[in-house]
């Protein structure tokens, strides 16, 4: 069987033997074996341990030599829209300007003015340029990702979307999970008629996507001016009748009761989460959701970042992930992710690699195979450059510090 062994491996970090998502002060224990070995097995960790225990391996295999370096587990971004036609930087410019991003969505642009892009696209050449961003992101070590569709909006145009990530799929080493996101916002004709949109959804799209199994999950932007918590509660249980577990934009802009109506619904995860209180901090701690914070956007659109160490002390699960989408995060750069949730979030260089790697491997039910250094898992691994420390990572926030990354046992090249 094909085999590689790491030896000399400075820091082999989130070793672990039992995974379930973290929460609280569980979030700052980061286990790692200082001087180690790990063997890779075909695409799955096989072993691991100090040097001073290293058995002797009776069969041939490759062996790599990581002094001064460190290995995790490869990073899971659980929240990006990685599937669009152009980029906005015309919109970036209004921003400087001083226009805020309501205002740029109420003048057309926004989801819309990525909507209008997608349509006049097609299939090919969407998914030439998503395997293009996917590729760049697996270097970065991106191992795991969730993409939603959501510029579509009509039935032909989501459809597209879905297809172009059943496609990423089947051809990129990185795994992949797909939600749904037709009710990211109303398309015009339907401004002003919410209902005859949600029909669409429930009626038109839902058993579509189903038919040809393109989704694994149901998002819906719950905000205000988008879709309110009982217009999200009733589109997720049209999704949850067809399988789809639903994940949710929830408290970007307003306390919009989004992340309460994602807790009732038994959510996998409520993302973004810039606008919380004390109540919805309360319904999240009590709840097996996970909240993914996606503090790369809230630097983006100038907005106050996600309050990271209330979430923790409250007892939370937090995921983070980049929220890569050419409007408002146009980086799917866990790295940065990573360094701008201890700058800006106060959150431990512990809690935030925890967050990045098991975490959001939870985010997106992939807990049982990804996101840790445990035996049986795939092996997902980051090998970084020669480091002083672990904290080095997010400290030299600048730098690229990934030296290589390997993907189901196979280098990315």
């Known amino acids: 069987m094909p085999a590689t062994l790491f030896t000399n491996i400075k820091q082999l970090v989130n070793v672990r033997a039992q995974t379930p998502a973290l929460r609280g002060n569980d979030m700052a224990v980061l286990p790692c074996i200082e001087d180690a070995w790990l063997l890779i097995e075909d695409d799955t960790i096989a072993a691991c341990g100090p040097m001073n225990q290293l058995p002797s391996v009776n069969y041939q295999l490759s062996t790599v030599n990581c002094s001064g370096r460190f290995i995790l587990p490869a990073w899971c971004d659980s929240h990006t829209h990685l599937v669009f036609a152009a980029s906005r930087e015309a919109e970036f410019i209004d921003k400087i300007k001083g226009l805020s991003y309501a205002e740029i969505a109420a003048r057309g642009g926004g989801i819309l003015n990525s909507a209008r892009k997608l349509a006049e696209t097609g299939e090919d050449e969407l998914f030439r340029q998503a395997s293009v961003r996917l590729e760049e992101l697996s270097r970065l070590g991106t191992g795991a990702i969730e993409i939603k569709s959501g510029y579509g909006l009509s039935v032909e145009a989501e459809l597209k979307m879905l297809r172009v990530i059943k496609r990423l799929k089947a051809s990129s080493p990185v795994t992949i999970k797909a939600s749904f996101l037709g009710a990211h916002t109303y398309p015009l004709p339907y401004?002003?008629?919410?209902?005859?949109?949600?029909?669409?959804?429930?009626?038109?799209?839902?058993?579509?996507?189903?038919?040809?199994?393109?989704?694994?999950?149901?998002?819906?932007?719950?905000?205000?001016?988008?879709?309110?918590?009982?217009?999200?509660?009733?589109?997720?249980?049209?999704?949850?009748?067809?399988?789809?577990?639903?994940?949710?934009?929830?408290?970007?802009?307003?306390?919009?009761?989004?992340?309460?109506?994602?807790?009732?619904?038994?959510?996998?995860?409520?993302?973004?989460?810039?606008?919380?209180?004390?109540?919805?901090?309360?319904?999240?701690?009590?709840?097996?959701?996970?909240?993914?914070?996606?503090?790369?956007?809230?630097?983006?659109?100038?907005?106050?970042?996600?309050?990271?160490?209330?979430?923790?002390?409250?007892?939370?699960?937090?995921?983070?992930?980049?929220?890569?989408?050419?409007?408002?995060?146009?980086?799917?750069?866990?790295?940065?992710?990573?360094?701008?949730?201890?700058?800006?979030?106060?959150?431990?260089?512990?809690?935030?690699?925890?967050?990045?790697?098991?975490?959001?491997?939870?985010?997106?039910?992939?807990?049982?195979?990804?996101?840790s250094i445990t035996v049986g898992k795939k092996a997902n691994l980051i090998l970084t450059r020669p480091i002083p420390s672990l904290a080095y990572l997010p400290y030299a926030f600048g730098s690229n510090l990934v030296e290589k990354v390997m993907l189901k046992g196979e280098w990315v090249e």
């Open 191 to 371: 401004k002003d008629n919410h209902q005859g949109y949600i029909d669409i959804i429930i009626n038109e799209m839902l058993p579509a996507i189903a038919g040809e199994k393109l989704a694994d999950y149901i998002d819906v932007f719950c905000e205000e001016g988008f879709f309110s918590p009982e217009e999200t509660m009733t589109i997720c249980r049209a999704g949850k009748g067809y399988g789809l577990k639903p994940k949710l934009h929830a408290n970007q802009l307003h306390l919009s009761g989004g992340v309460q109506a994602g807790v009732a619904l038994e959510a996998v995860s409520v993302d973004h989460l810039e606008t919380m209180d004390e109540d919805a901090i309360r319904s999240l701690a009590g709840s097996s959701t996970i909240g993914t914070l996606l503090p790369t956007a809230a630097f983006f659109l100038r907005m106050p970042f996600q309050p990271a160490r209330a979430l923790v002390q409250a007892g939370c699960a937090i995921a983070l992930a980049s929220d890569f989408n050419p409007g408002s995060s146009p980086s799917g750069n866990m790295n940065l992710v990573v360094s701008m949730a201890c700058i800006q979030m106060k959150l431990l260089p512990e809690e935030a690699i925890n967050a990045a790697t098991l975490n959001g491997a939870h985010a997106m039910e992939l807990g049982q195979e990804l996101g």
